[in-house]
């Protein structure tokens, strides 16, 4: 089954305890990107990535950083974790390459509370 | 001003209605245009896709683009409870695509 697959889908954390959202994906796309979506605020492009070693700032990326290894993998990391960093997050990939010409598959999402 | 903007709702009709959602976008260089659906707990999935200015139909949903005003449109007919989600609207050009803050829709038998 296509799919594009998030751990941890829940997590409680404390501020400042770096921690890690892992993203697969299984259908060889070479587009990927990462989203937080928050209320009154919808979906909002963190980082993205066009290909293996290719990475790029979304919107939102301070306080995140990313890296692509792997056409597969795509991991978030939060070094530090503050507050404003509880969201709920989606990873997604793309086989157009691009965000804006081809469907996005999304992940189920990791929503992150940091205390 | 955001770049696409959606009225949040909630909206609740009844089972059978039409529903009309809809979201403005401000930037001239978008020319795709997108709508997708988001059960609850769930990521958002592709519903309609759409290029430039005009109509896409696809069973009991069609998008509209109307580029000279900046519209974007997605019309439900013979609404059922199973279209209870909430919609988001989506915009790009330039490899940049552009969220609407969702449209939360009920349907109520």
């Known amino acids: 089954e296509a799919q594009v697959t998030q751990n941890p889908r829940y997590l409680i954390t404390v501020t400042g305890k770096k921690l890690t959202v892992t993203c697969s994906q299984n259908?060889?796309?070479?587009?990927m990107s990462w989203y937080r979506q928050d209320p009154g605020l919808g979906l909002r492009q963190i980082y993205y990535s066009m290909n293996v070693e290719v990475t790029d700032k979304g919107d939102v990326p301070e306080g995140y950083k990313v890296s692509r290894k792997e056409k597969r993998n795509f991991p978030l990391i939060l070094e530090s974790p503050s507050p404003n960093q509880t969201s709920l997050y989606f990873c997604?990939?793309?086989?157009?390459?691009?965000?804006?010409?081809?469907?996005?598959?999304f992940g189920e999402g990791s929503r992150l509370t940091v205390l | 001003q955001k770049e696409v903007e959606q009225d949040p709702g909630p909206l609740s009709v009844p089972e059978g209605a039409i529903v009309s959602l809809n979201c403005t976008y401000s930037?001239?260089?978008?020319?795709?245009f997108m709508w997708y659906r988001q059960y609850s707990r769930k990521g958002p999935e592709l519903l309609m896709y759409?290029?430039?200015?005009g109509n896409k139909e696809d069973g009991r949903f069609t998008a509209q683009v109307d580029k000279s005003s900046k519209y974007i449109s997605l019309f439900i007919r013979d609404s059922q409870p199973s279209d209870s989600a909430t919609y988001l609207c989506a915009s790009g050009g330039g490899n940049k695509l552009t969220f609407g803050t969702g449209t939360q829709l009920k349907v109520e038998l």
């Open positions: 259908m060889n796309h070479e587009y």
């Open positions: 997604a990939s793309s086989s157009s390459g691009r965000a804006d010409t081809g469907e996005l598959f």
């Open positions: 759409t290029y430039s200015s």
């Open positions: 930037n001239s260089a978008f020319q795709y």
